[in-house]
T-cell receptor, first 112, second 115 residues
Framework: DAGITQSPRHKVTETGTPVTLRCHQT?????MYWYRQDPGHGLRLIHY???????DKGEVSDGYSVSRSKTEDFLLTLESATSSQTSVYFCAISAAGNQPQHFGDGTRLSIL | DAKTTQPPSMDCAEGRAANLPCNHSTISGNEYVYWYRQIHSQGPQYIIH???NNETNEMASLIITEDRKSSTLILPHATLRDTAVYYC????????????????FGTGTRLTIIP
């Protein structure tokens, strides 16, 4: 299995609080991605990174920001969490944009 | 990316070959066929991908029809651990894939392996 660790695995927080999710990889892959998965919507891309300090938006990026200061870490931040951001968040990595993506085990985030 | 059509659910007896079909009749010449699966509460797992030739790896085989309008994922000897939702995805692969990085997951096929 690809060396991907997501933390925390579970989090419950309140509306309006900031939240940061971390994705750590040991594969030295260039590309990293954040998806969210909700019933009826499948997986939707939030943001992705194609190198250190290089990021771009996905299809559902509003309300989220990302940072990648090191190859191995990709952080997803909810500046002011809302109940609509309750979801399961998956990180994925790939060696290149045209290579298969490999996923972490997800973070289950509940915002009350 | 082209759309795909998969049956919503299938059953297969343990030890038998599981054959999962996927229709992608609008696929373009530069689109690959990918298969992923998701076991309950885990992240999606990459299985296999191909362009037009049949492909085989340690997990599965991928059979793509000559006109590329459909494909079949074959799990040769299904086990209970293969119970999962299987997703067929078609995706353009440019040299860098810059600007087209997302994977579009549909609703998939829920495969249940019966003991």
């Amino acid at each position: 299995d690809a060396g991907i660790t997501q933390s925390p695995r579970h989090k419950v927080t309140e509306t309006g609080t900031p939240v940061t999710l971390r994705c750590h990889q040991t594969e030295n892959h260039r590309y990293m991605y954040w998806y969210r998965q909700d019933p009826g919507h499948g997986l939707r891309l939030i943001h992705y990174s194609y190198g250190v300090k290089d990021t771009d938006k996905g299809e559902v990026s509003d309300g989220y920001s990302v940072s990648r200061s090191k190859t191995e870490d990709f952080l997803l931040t909810l500046e002011s969490a809302t109940s609509s951001q309750t979801s399961v968040y998956f990180c994925a990595i790939s060696a290149a944009g045209n290579q298969p993506q490999h996923f972490g085990d997800g973070t289950r985030l509940s915002i009350l | 990316d082209a759309k795909t059509t998969q049956p919503p659910s299938m059953d297969c007896a343990e030890g038998r070959a599981a054959n999962l079909p996927c229709n992608h009749s609008t696929i373009s010449g530069n689109e690959y066929v990918y298969w992923y699966r998701q076991i309950h509460s885990q992240g999606p797992q990459y299985i296999i991908h191909g362009l037009k030739n049949n492909e085989t790896n340690e997990m599965a085989s991928l059979i793509i029809t000559e006109d590329r309008k459909s494909s079949t994922l074959i799990l040769p000897h299904a086990t209970l651990r293969d119970t999962a939702v299987y997703y067929c995805i078609v995706r353009v692969l440019k040299v860098s894939n810059f600007g087209n990085e997302k994977l579009t997951f549909g609703t998939g096929t829920r495969l249940t392996i019966i003991p």
